[in-house]
């Protein structure tokens, strides 16, 4: 089989991917390049005949080479948040690098609507999914809705005062859980389509926070009541709890995005790659009762 790297390998997502790469899709470590910014994070997946390089999205110029030989790589958006357009400067020269690499396929982790999502972040994703787009390569693109695991930045402390404050009112929003996303995307990874491809990757049901704050209730047998408040007085709620200034207006987005529905999706296409049945939500909350502080 042809070379697949995964940048990110040392993260949660990208660890995950090749892992089930490996004991779900059968792909042979040798025909895995793990990539990370610290190849000595590693030694787990090279113990097990997996190949390390550094990849480090703020070294242009090391880029093309460590993509040299490579037929599918998997770009794994980076945790890069704090500096504005960042993330998308790395993104552009890790596309770019793989152009001139000569890699067969992109693959690139986005989020779901990029063009018109309320999210802070979501430009850094269209204009990532654009250049894969200008360089004529063919291209996978994985628009992974909130993972599962996203509810832990709220709830643990919403259900330590049992208020949950949002600004989602009556929008859904799919959650999926991240395993279930890795699953998912080394299927694809594995399988290539020939044509170009957009997936979203999403839960099979939706729920206003309403129902999530219902099945938390069902689950850890707590109370919990959500309190709808404007955008202006979440942000202010944050700002009074100690939340860093700058990463305000990017959690506030997440629930403006949900509030305009831009996040009520729900199809069955991340379960049709992976061959695998979704985790619930109920199910997913029931695992991770301890994370909830129940």
Known sequence: MSKILVTGA???????VIENLIAKQGVAPADIVAGTRDPSKLSALVAKGVEA?????DDPA????????????????????ATPGKRLVQHK????????????RLFYTSLPNPDISKVTFAPDHFGTEEAIKATGLPYTFFRNSWYMENLFMALPAA?????WYTSSGQGKIGHISRADIAKAIAGALAKPVSENAIYTLTGEKTYTTEEIAALVREVTGR???????TDEQLAAGMAGAGVPAPFIPTFVSFDTNTREGLFD???????KLSGEKLVSLK???IANKAALGA
Do not use: M
Request: net charge negative; glycine share 12%; aromatic share 4%.
């Open 62 to 81: 090391s880029l093309e080479a460590a993509f040299k030989g490579i037929d599918r790589l998997l770009i794994v958006s980076t945790d890069e948040l």
């Open 159 to 163: 259900l330590g005062s049992g208020s």
């Open 283 to 285: 199910d997913f909350l």
């Open 53 to 57: 390089r550094k990849v480090d999205f």
């Open 265 to 271: 999706i729900n199809n069955d296409e991340a379960t």
């Open 93 to 104: 020269a890790a596309v770019e690098a793989a152009k001139k690499a000569g890699v067969g």
């Open 10 to 16: 040392s993260g949660k997502l990208g660890g995950l």
């Open 223 to 229: 109370p919990l009541a959500v309190v709808h408040v």
